[in-house]
């Protein structure tokens, strides 16, 4: 299992703040006789449907020198969760968290932009010093 993000803590106060139930930090999956670890699953009831809304985060801090060489790694981490989400937990929809100031200094470039669309990445924008979730961008 692979060390918390720097940001983990602030990610997981923000979606508590926002009626989100962590259900596991981490979320585990195995698929195939590979195991993997989502940073957090969490749920939500939706009174409006009765029903519950699951959903699995990967954080990020993107804190190293090259955003792209960590963008490559998230994409990746993303897809292969992705892919183990719908074969063992379908009803869950995976998010990629960032913080609010690379979303606007990396994130909102055309390219990285290009690609969130191709690939239908999802994503939690965060502010980690107030601890609480900017915007969600499906």
């Known amino acids: 299992m692979s060390a918390k993000d720097i940001f983990h803590s602030a990610v997981r106060k923000g979606l508590e703040k926002e009626g989100w139930i962590v259900t596991d930090d981490p979320l ?5 006789d590979v195991e993997m670890y989502v940073d957090l699953g969490a749920e939500q009831l939706l009174a409006a449907e009765r ?13 190293g020198k090259s955003s792209i060489s960590e963008f490559h790694t998230a994409i990746g981490q993303c897809l292969n969760y992705r892919i183990a ?3 063992k937990e379908p009803e869950r929809q995976l998010y990629l ?14 390219f990285i932009q290009t690609v969130l669309k191709r ?4 994503l939690i924008i965060y502010d980690a010093i107030e601890e609480v979730i900017v915007t969600w961008k499906n």
């Open 85 to 87: 989400l719908e074969e």
């Open 51 to 63: 029903n519950t809304e699951k959903i699995a985060v990967e954080i990020k801090s993107f804190i």
């Open 119 to 122: 690939l239908q990445i999802s």
């Open 97 to 110: 968290a960032i913080p609010l100031d690379i979303y606007y200094s990396f994130f909102e470039l055309r």
């Open 28 to 32: 585990r999956i195995e698929v195939g």
